[in-house]
């Protein structure tokens, strides 16, 4: 069994006149993030992790914002088009863990659906896809509510 592991990182700036949207759900709040695509800050760094494990880059390479066929697209779709490359080499996702660093809304009540959203895309059990929430106490870009940053981590496992 080969096992690979990734990490990533993004950042989305908070902007009035946007959705929220994070895990492919739409959070009600009265900022959303500014983004080429529809800017799904934890979908963008859970696939950075899988592109990073797989030796594939990051996803302004693969999905660049100058291209005009993913100006507000679902981050979702481009989800799908990561698990379809890492597994035209092989892998499966053995587990993700991330972390959402906003100050508000609180998104522990979000959760279950961000993961229902997710999990299957990933081919990940319940148990096998791990999401956090911290505020940073008021310090930095995203305790002042100016963005929201995420880091996520992932195994890639190919029995060979
Ligand atoms: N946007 C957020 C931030 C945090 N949470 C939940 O609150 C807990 C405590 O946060 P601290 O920043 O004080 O550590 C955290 O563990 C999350 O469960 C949240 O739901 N939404
Ligand atoms: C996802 C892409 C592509 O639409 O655009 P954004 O939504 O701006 O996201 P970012 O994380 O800045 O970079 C990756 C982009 O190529």
């Known amino acids: 069994m080969k096992i690979k592991v990734g990490i990533g990182y993004d950042v989305h700036q908070l902007v009035s006149g946007r959705k929220l949207i994070l895990g492919g759900v739409d959070i009600p709040h009265e900022l959303g993030l500014l983004g080429h695509s529809d800017a799904d800050v934890l979908t963008h760094a859970i696939m950075d992790a899988l592109l990073g494990a797989a030796g594939l880059g990051d996803i302004g390479r693969h999905f660049p914002d100058t291209d005009p066929a993913y100006r507000g697209i679902s981050s979702l ?82 029995s060979s």
């Open 77 to 158: 779709v481009l989800l799908e088009h990561v698990m379809t490359l890492i597994r035209s080499l092989g892998y499966e996702v053995g587990n993700v863990d991330a972390v959402i660093a906003a100050q508000r809304p609180k998104l522990l009540p979000h959760m279950t659906d961000m993961k229902a959203k997710l999990g299957p895309l990933l081919g990940l059990e319940e148990s096998d896809l791990n999401l956090k929430a911290t505020t940073t106490e008021r310090l930095g870009f995203e305790g002042r509510e100016e963005g929201i940053s995420v880091t996520a981590v992932c195994l890639l496992e190919k």
